[in-house]
């Protein structure tokens, strides 16, 4: 084991500080120097003070003074003394002459030092040694002085009252880098000044401390305050680290935060050293003082529990117990933080009360709460909205600038709940091809690079949508508004023109900017009986059937060339929930996707094909939409699993996406389809967004951007600036014209770092709509308490199932001591089974079986099941006649009395729980086989918590390990967990 991996774990849990004393001498935490000192005896030094400088900087969120023992490294000196000769030692002048010993010291004579700073800034006044300033900046970013920075300045005229202890560490650094011990304190000293006075060293002010920077190093950083947290579950012990997130970029930093004041959600001004990464606070620029949390009672006040675990070391109180009259103990509420104390509780007040969690606003304002979704607009950024006109003006539509395609039937087909429109298509037969235009708003024009709304919108990444619910990436002045495709109103649009071959092969194109006015306002399912030959009378759609059919030829081609380069056809899994006027959900059905949504999705990829050609034709920079090809183990695994299916993957070693295509054909009517497409797709890698172009492996192509949806994706939004920048480059227009309507040049490292904060704003989207949705369907399947209900497992770990309630798409976990409790049981990962040792019998992926929901939480979204009494025992013993009824038939009824419920699931465990003659073989506990490494493990409620690391241990995957016996009978309580991938 490496000395920094013995460290890590001797240190593990332990709060680790090192401060200065007040008279200025380093005191390092007693335990790690004992430690240290005890490991020194071990190994070399250099590598025990690596592995402690390793150690110390993972508690940089905490006030740590590094002694210049733990932070100096040595065997460092080439490295940084190159890095600091660009810094310091060229761009001050300094000559590259390196004295040494005595000479060295006669040379810094007290006058040369006064001189040197009575001429701010004057360097090249004193005849410094070149290696010596190399080494003293090098030595300053590595020690943190308590007395100030002017303290080691007042040496000057008082030379007995400069800070010795912070010399003497400058000192230690510098002779550690060099052969020799010929530096000493008055050289040291003479050049310390020499840098400081020529603001070559810059002291960065940390509160007790400072610190001293290279002014070349750093950066200034305006970002947001992000919490970290792990919990070690073993030792109850929260670990917190800080991070600053810019705001422009999205690049992550670790942050110096001395401030109590300011905590997760904040933003802030700091500077960056450019060679650590590491960003040292410096000023609030705006506080996050939206909290989310559960108040209750402690003696005679009241405090909030938050719910956002990275808040939980802080203590927040309200002034007064008055403050929550009216409001019901525990209940969840959304506060305002009218007051920071460093040392003391932070005071909020109430900003709304969400009463009933369960409903869909509630869920929606929980969800962006928790994660600190940005969800309001700024004053800078409502200012530049509220200065935009509510229509287009006349000069910008000027012919000049832009193609006039008014009287082109350019329509809108979207979703009948949308109100963005993004894109607008047109087709028309040429020969025996078609000449397709995609109308896409012109975002860019009205969003200029750099801007209030440029800045939100990069911070944002993109819109999140929820069930009847938006929060937009652009003001809806602009999303619904002035940039939204609406029908009958003049509209700026950037347009791609192609030439569609006969065979779907896409022939020449080009961009340009144009105006626009759309004919029609369509949706999905008006167009889709147009196409299926329906007897439409719309009088608006009535006009528009040829081109409507126009546009249905031309995605049949489109198909063909998709089938023909092997692109991967995905089914989605998307659900729809049917609300009352209350906001209560009746009902939640699948998305059924019909020929018009596959039509649209044809015309966008296509657009988006042209759009990437385009940037790597004209040599230009942009985020690709890039897929890669699915990892070898991956494909190693998914082909383990169909093989007992009767299946197969061709390909060899690296399939190609025409592969899995030829697969997903032969599945179309296989009864395990819907699992089988699971697990494909879990096989694929995941697309990102990248300024390499490697291709997209799903869609078959060489090539591909997202180009088409600049309202609610910012990926796309660069995309057009970058096209319109390449329109002026190839002299198609003017670079004064290409500029005025919102061209940029984007350039690769701009993008390197955009693209991980789009990556990020990507999956943040993701994940709070999922929860959300999540919360939805727990809400809803809770009626549904103690009822028999068909199901399909969809996932198998060692610690239990996870199985699809098929006719709302919802799933739900039955804990493995649930299937059995006698008996032992193992975890067949490559055929995802769990197979009882004994009888030989399994469940596994793809069985359908009937379960009982016996809880559910709507808070984090989990549903807990239990197998219908006797699905998994030879006696088919029942549960009461109410617990038959049918999914269907319950739809529309009214609630079933919560006492009936309760009997039900009450009856239903205790006939499960004392049915006689079942086969002891099937009455097991779980132990995984030894592939499995570190499983997870089901979070057991109640009485079954404390087993929880019984579960763990049999997750080792330690070969030849005893099967651990467990005697659970009961409940799994609340132990659903979301399924896997």
């Not at 989605?572 to 959900?585: A, L, M, W, Y």
């Not at 032992?824 to 197979?835: G, P």
């Given at each position: 084991?490496?000395v920094?991996?013995?460290?890590d774990k001797?240190?593990?849990?332990k709060?680790?500080s090192?401060?200065?004393?007040?008279?200025g001498?380093n005191?390092?935490?007693?335990?790690?120097?004992?430690?240290?000192k005890?490991?020194k005896?071990?190994?070399g030094?250099?590598?025990?003070?690596?592995?402690?400088?390793?150690l110390?900087?993972?508690y940089?969120?905490?006030?740590v003074?590094?002694?210049a023992?733990?932070?100096?490294?040595?065997?460092k000196?080439?490295?940084a003394?190159?890095?600091?000769?660009?810094?310091?030692?060229?761009?001050?002048?300094s000559?590259k002459?390196?004295?040494?010993?005595?000479?060295?010291?006669d040379?810094a004579?007290?006058?040369?030092?006064?001189t040197?700073?009575?001429q701010?800034?004057?360097?090249?006044?004193?005849?410094?040694?070149a290696?010596?300033?190399?080494?003293?900046?090098?030595?300053?970013?590595?020690?943190?002085?308590?007395?100030?920075?002017d303290?080691?300045n007042?040496?000057?005229?008082n030379?007995?009252?400069?800070?010795?202890e912070?010399?003497?560490?400058l000192?230690?650094i510098i002779?550690?880098?060099?052969?020799s011990?010929k530096?000493?304190?008055t050289?040291?000293?003479?050049?310390?000044?020499?840098?400081?006075a020529?603001k070559?060293?810059?002291?960065?002010d940390?509160g007790?401390?400072?610190?001293?920077?290279?002014?070349?190093s750093?950066?200034?950083v305006?970002?947001?305050?992000?919490y970290?947290?792990?919990?070690i579950?073993?030792?109850?012990?929260v670990?917190?680290s800080?991070k600053l997130?810019?705001?422009e970029?999205?690049?992550?930093?670790?942050?110096?935060?001395?401030?109590?004041?300011?905590?997760?959600?904040?933003t802030?001004?700091?500077?960056r050293?450019?060679?650590?990464?590491?960003a040292?606070?410096?000023?609030t620029?705006?506080?996050h003082?939206?909290?989310?949390?559960?108040?209750?009672?402690t003696?005679?006040?009241?405090?909030?529990?938050?719910e956002?675990?990275r808040?939980?070391?802080?203590?927040?109180?309200?002034?007064?117990?008055?403050?929550?009259?009216?409001?019901?103990?525990?209940?969840?509420v959304?506060?305002?933080?009218?007051?920071?104390?460093?040392?003391?509780?932070?005071?909020?007040?109430?900003?709304h009360?969400l009463?009933?969690?369960a409903?869909?606003?509630?869920?929606?304002?929980?969800a962006?709460v928790?994660?600190?979704?940005?969800?309001?607009w700024?004053e800078?950024?409502r200012?530049?909205?509220?200065?935009i006109p509510d229509e287009v003006q006349?000069?910008?539509?000027?012919?000049?600038?832009?193609?006039?395609?008014r009287?082109?039937?350019?329509v809108?087909?979207?979703?009948?709940?949308?109100?963005?429109?993004d894109?607008?298509v047109?087709?028309?037969?040429e020969?025996?091809?078609?000449?397709?235009?995609v109308?896409?708003?012109?975002?860019?024009?009205?969003?200029?690079?750099?801007?209030?709304?440029?800045?939100e919108?990069?911070?944002?990444?993109?819109?999140i949508?929820?069930p009847n619910?938006?929060?937009p990436m652009?003001?809806?002045?602009l999303?619904?508004?002035?940039?939204s495709l609406?029908?009958?109103v003049d509209?700026?649009?950037?347009?791609?023109?192609?030439?569609?071959?006969?065979?779907?092969?896409i022939?020449?194109?080009?961009?340009y900017?144009?105006?626009?006015?759309?004919?029609?306002?369509?949706?999905?399912?008006?167009?889709?009986?147009?196409?299926?030959?329906?007897?439409?009378?719309d009088?608006e759609?009535?006009?528009l059937?040829?081109?409507?059919?126009?546009?249905y030829?031309?995605?049949?081609?489109?198909?063909?060339d998709?089938?023909n380069r092997?692109?991967?056809?995905?089914?989605?899994?998307?659900?729809?929930?049917v609300?009352?006027e209350n906001?209560?959900?009746?009902?939640i059905?699948?998305v059924?996707?019909?020929d018009a949504?596959m039509?649209?999705?044809?015309?966008?990829?296509?657009?988006?094909?042209?759009?990437a050609d385009f940037?790597?034709?004209?040599?230009?920079?942009?985020?690709?939409r890039?897929?890669?090809?699915?990892?070898?183990?991956?494909?190693?695994?998914?082909?383990?699993f169909?093989?007992?299916?009767g299946?197969?993957?061709d390909?060899g070693?690296?399939p190609?996406?025409s592969d899995y295509?030829?697969?997903?054909k032969?599945i179309?009517?296989n009864?395990?389809?819907d699992?089988?497409?699971?697990m494909?797709?879990?096989?694929?890698s995941?697309?990102?967004?990248?300024p390499?172009?490697?291709?997209?492996?799903g869609l078959a192509l060489?090539h591909?951007?997202?180009?088409?949806?600049?309202?609610?994706?910012y990926?796309?939004?660069?995309?057009?600036?970058?096209?319109k920048?390449?329109l002026?480059?190839?002299?198609?227009?003017?670079?004064?014209?290409v500029?005025?309507?919102?061209?940029?040049?984007y350039e690769?490292?701009?993008?390197?770092?955009l693209?991980?904060?789009?990556?990020?704003?990507e999956?943040?989207?993701?994940?709070?709509?999922?929860?959300?949705?999540l919360?939805?369907?727990?809400?809803f399947?809770?009626?549904f308490?103690?009822?028999?209900?068909?199901?399909?497992?969809?996932?198998?770990?060692?610690?239990g199932?996870?199985?699809?309630?098929?006719?709302?798409n919802?799933?739900?976990?039955?804990?493995?001591?649930?299937i059995?409790?006698?008996?032992?049981?193992t975890?067949d990962?490559?055929?995802?089974?769990?197979v009882g040792?004994?009888?030989?019998f399994?469940v596994?992926?793809g069985?359908v079986?009937?379960?009982?929901i016996?809880?559910v939480?709507?808070?984090?979204?989990k549903?807990?099941?239990i197998?219908?009494?006797g699905?998994?025992g030879?006696?088919?013993a029942s549960?009461?006649?109410e617990?038959?009824k049918?999914?269907n038939?319950?739809?529309g009824?009214?609630?079933?009395d919560n006492e009936?419920v309760?009997?039900?699931?009450?009856?239903?465990?205790?006939?499960w729980?004392?049915i006689?003659?079942?086969?002891?073989?099937l009455?097991d506990?779980v132990?995984?086989v030894?592939?499995?490494?570190?499983?997870?493990?089901a979070?057991?409620?109640?009485?079954?918590?404390?087993?929880?690391?019984?579960e763990?241990?049999?997750?080792?995957?330690?070969?030849?390990?005893?099967?651990?016996?467990?005697?659970?009978?009961?409940?799994?309580?609340?132990a659903?967990?979301k399924?896997?991938g």
């Amino acid at each position: 084991m490496s000395v920094k991996k013995e460290l890590d774990k001797k240190f593990s849990g332990k709060k680790i500080s090192a401060e200065k004393s007040a008279d200025g001498e380093n005191v390092k935490n007693k335990k790690i120097s004992r430690e240290v000192k005890n490991e020194k005896s071990k190994t070399g030094a250099a590598e025990i003070e690596s592995g402690v400088t390793d150690l110390l900087s993972l508690y940089l969120g905490e006030k740590v003074a590094v002694s210049a023992a733990a932070e100096s490294v040595p065997g460092k000196k080439k490295k940084a003394g190159s890095s600091a000769r660009k810094a310091v030692g060229e761009s001050a002048g300094s000559k590259k002459t390196v004295k040494s010993g005595k000479e060295g010291k006669d040379s810094a004579g007290s006058a040369d030092v006064k001189t040197s700073v009575k001429q701010a800034g004057a360097v090249n006044a004193v005849d410094g040694d070149a290696e010596l300033r190399e080494l003293v900046v090098y030595a300053a970013e590595r020690t943190i002085i308590k007395a100030g920075f002017d303290s080691v300045n007042a040496s000057l005229n008082n030379p007995d009252e400069a800070d010795g202890e912070y010399l003497g560490n400058l000192r230690k650094i510098i002779n550690r880098q060099s052969t020799s011990k010929k530096y000493g304190l008055t050289e040291i000293r003479k050049t310390w000044c020499d840098l400081t006075a020529g603001k070559i060293l810059i002291p960065v002010d940390l509160g007790a401390n400072t610190i001293v920077l290279p002014a070349d190093s750093l950066d200034n950083v305006e970002g947001k305050v992000v919490y970290e947290y792990e919990k070690i579950e073993e030792v109850d012990i929260v670990y917190y680290s800080k991070k600053l997130e810019s705001v422009e970029t999205g690049e992550t930093s670790i942050l110096y935060l001395p401030d109590a004041t300011v905590f997760h959600g904040d933003t802030v001004r700091c500077v960056r050293n450019r060679r650590t990464g590491i960003a040292y606070y410096v000023s609030t620029v705006n506080f996050h003082n939206l909290i989310l949390g559960r108040w209750r009672k402690t003696k005679d006040r009241a405090v909030l529990n938050p719910e956002d675990p990275r808040f939980g070391q802080l203590r927040f109180a309200f002034r007064k117990l008055s403050d929550v009259d009216g409001i019901g103990m525990g209940s969840i509420v959304i506060c305002r933080i009218v007051k920071r104390h460093p040392s003391g509780d932070y005071i909020v007040e109430v900003e709304h009360d969400l009463k009933d969690g369960a409903r869909l606003d509630s869920r929606i304002q929980i969800a962006l709460v928790n994660n600190g979704i940005p969800h309001e607009w700024n004053e800078a950024v409502r200012k530049q909205a509220d200065n935009i006109p509510d229509e287009v003006q006349e000069k910008d539509k000027d012919a000049k600038k832009r193609v006039d395609l008014r009287s082109l039937p350019l329509v809108t087909i979207d979703g009948a709940d949308a109100r963005d429109f993004d894109d607008a298509v047109y087709c028309r037969k040429e020969g025996t091809g078609f000449r397709l235009f995609v109308a896409i708003a012109d975002v860019s024009f009205y969003v200029r690079n750099g801007s209030p709304l440029d800045n939100e919108a990069k911070h944002r990444g993109t819109s999140i949508y929820f069930p009847n619910y938006v929060v937009p990436m652009l003001p809806e002045k602009l999303s619904n508004g002035l940039c939204s495709l609406n029908p009958h109103v003049d509209r700026l649009c950037m347009v791609c023109e192609m030439e569609v071959r006969k065979g779907g092969s896409i022939g020449e194109y080009r961009f340009y900017p144009a105006v626009m006015n759309s004919h029609a306002r369509l949706t999905y399912s008006e167009v889709a009986a147009v196409l299926a030959g329906e007897d439409v009378t719309d009088p608006e759609i009535v006009p528009l059937k040829e081109d409507l059919l126009n546009l249905y030829a031309l995605y049949k081609e489109l198909k063909l060339d998709r089938v023909n380069r092997g692109g991967i056809e995905f089914e989605g899994s998307e659900v729809r929930f049917v609300f009352d006027e209350n906001q209560q959900i009746t009902d939640i059905l699948p998305v059924v996707r019909n020929d018009a949504h596959m039509l649209i999705e044809e015309c966008m990829i296509a657009a988006n094909v042209c759009a990437a050609d385009f940037v790597e034709k004209n040599k230009g920079f942009t985020l690709f939409r890039v897929h890669p090809k699915p990892a070898a183990l991956k494909v190693t695994a998914f082909r383990n699993f169909i093989t007992p299916y009767g299946l197969s993957l061709d390909g060899g070693d690296v399939p190609e996406s025409s592969d899995y295509a030829a697969f997903a054909k032969k599945i179309e009517n296989n009864p395990y389809k819907d699992i089988l497409q699971v697990m494909m797709l879990r096989s694929l890698s995941l697309a990102t967004y990248t300024p390499e172009n490697e291709g997209h492996f799903g869609l078959a192509l060489d090539h591909y951007a997202h180009f088409t949806s600049p309202i609610r994706r910012y990926p796309d939004l660069q995309l057009h600036r970058e096209i319109k920048y390449l329109l002026g480059k190839t002299g198609v227009y003017s670079s004064s014209l290409v500029t005025s309507i919102g061209a940029k040049k984007y350039e690769l490292p701009e993008l390197t770092t955009l693209s991980d904060s789009c990556n990020t704003t990507e999956r943040r989207a993701d994940k709070v709509s999922g929860e959300v949705e999540l919360s939805l369907k727990a809400k809803f399947i809770e009626r549904f308490i103690g009822r028999n209900l068909p199901g399909t497992v969809v996932n198998v770990t060692p610690f239990g199932l996870f199985v699809k309630i098929n006719r709302f798409n919802i799933d739900g976990m039955i804990h493995v001591s649930q299937i059995s409790a006698n008996n032992y049981m193992t975890f067949d990962e490559t055929k995802m089974r769990l197979v009882g040792e004994k009888s030989g019998f399994s469940v596994g992926l793809g069985d359908v079986i009937t379960v009982v929901i016996t809880d559910v939480s709507i808070d984090d979204g989990k549903i807990t099941m239990i197998p219908a009494a006797g699905t998994f025992g030879k006696n088919k013993a029942s549960i009461n006649e109410e617990a038959k009824k049918t999914v269907n038939e319950y739809i529309g009824s009214d609630a079933v009395d919560n006492e009936s419920v309760n009997t039900a699931v009450r009856r239903s465990m205790a006939i499960w729980n004392n049915i006689d003659g079942l086969d002891d073989d099937l009455m097991d506990s779980v132990v995984s086989v030894s592939r499995v490494k570190s499983a997870p493990h089901a979070q057991i409620s109640g009485k079954h918590k404390a087993k929880s690391g019984t579960e763990k241990k049999s997750g080792s995957g330690k070969s030849g390990k005893k099967p651990v016996k467990k005697a659970a009978k009961k409940s799994a309580g609340k132990a659903s967990e979301k399924q896997a991938g």
